[in-house]
Each structure stands twice: as structure tokens, then as C-alpha cells.
């Protein structure tokens, strides 16, 4: 997920952090692969840009793990589209790693930013 105009983040980002972010996404609802990357860029401030390479190996994996369903359905543009859902199986998944991000972040943050005394 590269910034726009800057130099790829490809590698960058970790292992699940694109699972993650396309549950979350879906949390709102059901959506097509091209819906769930415009969210993520929307509402990462262009920061994150969904390469679709990345994107559809993810909702298959997302699907295979149960954590997702899909559907076909008909899109704002007329067209049919593969939609996706979040099941059950993936609310759950979504919190357990949303917890782990949490974790995360603010043991990176007590390296990168100690407090001072």
C-alpha cells in the first residue's frame, strides 16, 4: 500500500495489517474489492494506496478463513460485482487483531518515543 507520489510501502507494513484493515472496512457493510480500496485510501488520507494485487489475494484468504462471504450483486455502476460481507467468524477475528494492533503500537511506541523523566 504505497503513498501516492511516494516511494512504494510494499514490504513495509505488516504481515495481517491489510487483512485487518479490509475487515475493518467491511465492518460498515458489504462491499466490492474496488469499494474496500477507495475506504481504505479515503479514510487513510491517502496515506495507503490498495494495490489490487494485494487486495484480491487478501478477500480470498479472508474467505477461506471464514472471516468473510461474498455475493454477487450489482454495482453503483450498472455492473455485476463480487461483493463482500464479514461474517461472524471475521467480527471476532477483527477484534482479536484490532487488540494485537493496539499491543502493538504502543510497545513500538515505549521504544520509539520513551517517556522522559
Excluded: C
Amino acid at each position: 500500500m504505497p503513498k501516492r507520489g511516494a516511494a512504494p510501502l510494499d514490504g513495509e507494513l505488516l504481515q495481517g495489517t491489510l487483512d485487518m484493515l479490509v475487515l475493518k472496512t467491511l465492518m460498515l457493510g458489504p462491499a466490492h474489492g474496488h469499494t474496500v480500496a477507495h475506504a481504505i485510501e479515503q479514510r487513510s488520507d491517502e496515506v495507503l494506496q490498495v494495490e489490487y494485487g494485494s487486495l484480491y489475494p487478501a478477500l480470498h484468504r479472508l474467505e477461506d478463513r471464514g472471516w468473510i462471504a461474498s455475493f454477487w450483486g450489482t454495482s453503483e455502476n450498472n455492473r455485476r460485482a463480487r461483493y463482500y460481507r464479514l461474517t461472524p467468524a471475521g467480527r471476532k477475528q477483527l477484534v482479536r487483531q484490532e487488540s494485537r494492533w493496539d499491543a502493538l503500537v504502543q510497545a513500538v511506541n515505549r521504544i520509539v518515543k520513551p517517556a522522559t523523566e
